[in-house]
Structures are given as C-alpha cells and as structure tokens.
Nanobody
Framework: QLSESGGGSVQAGGSLTLSCAVSGSGFPEDWFCMGWFRQTPGKEREAVATIDSHGDTYAADSVKGRFVSSRGNGENIFSLHMNGLKPEDTGMYYC?????????????????????WGHGTQVTVSS
C-alpha cells in the first residue's frame, strides 16, 4: 500500500514536501519506478516526477528546476520536494509505483503502467 502525506495550502513561491510511505510485503526494493502524479477536476492525471530503484529521476517540463523526487535512505519512504510553487501546481497529488520495472523517459508519464496507487493528498497554491 502507498500512503501520501504533506499536502496543504501555501502561497505562491512557497514550498511543500510530500511523502509517500510504502507498507506491506512484496515491494521490490531493487526494481521499481515510483511516480508522482497530480490531477485537477476535469483534467487528466499528469505525471510530475519519478525516481526508480537505480536512482534515475525524471520530471515534467512544467516542474523542472522546482520539484525534486527522492527516496529516504534505507526506508521505503519517498518524497517530492516542491519549491517555487505556482497556482497552477494546485491539485490532488498521488504517488504510484510500477513494480518490477524501471522508469524510462518515453513512458514514465503513462499512468496506466503503474500498478499501485495511493489515495492522494491535496495541494493548494494561492496567488
């Protein structure tokens, strides 16, 4: 199971760090792709950033230089560090994991390739 936390309300230019905790057995610690997605009403779920078991990361153009995905040392806790937040970053943020597969540039942003999803945490950025 995946469980997100850390969402909230912040003014434009502010920062938030989201966390995603992995629980349960069977998590392939050396073969996975962890993704962060966001969604707003009426829009499709959008990939934001990813990190895989090799430490490779990808980020959407809209958040490059502002958002960084990371993994806690020795723990199955993943973080999305968000800086320079903008009102357009508002949305429900989800973590999702692709089991037994790495992240690749040409498919990290395809939500249908992820197997397990969290319930989401809301981020609201006011201008």
């Amino acid at each position: 199971q995946l469980s997100e936390s850390g969402g909230g309300s912040v003014q434009a230019g502010g920062s938030l760090t989201l966390s995603c905790a992995v629980s349960g057995s069977g998590f392939p610690e050396d073969w996975f792709c962890m993704g962060w997605f966001r969604q707003t009403p009426g829009k499709e779920r959008e990939a934001v950033a990813t990190i895989d078991s090799h430490g490779d990361t990808y980020a959407a153009d809209s958040v490059k230089g502002r958002f960084v995905s990371s993994r806690g040392n020795g723990e199955n806790i993943f973080s999305l560090h968000m800086n320079g937040l903008k009102p357009e970053d508002t949305g429900m943020y989800y973590c999702a994991v692709r089991l037994k597969g790495l992240c690749f540039r040409n498919d990290y942003d395809r939500p249908q390739t992820y197997h397990v999803w969290g319930h989401g945490t809301q981020v609201t950025v006011s201008s």
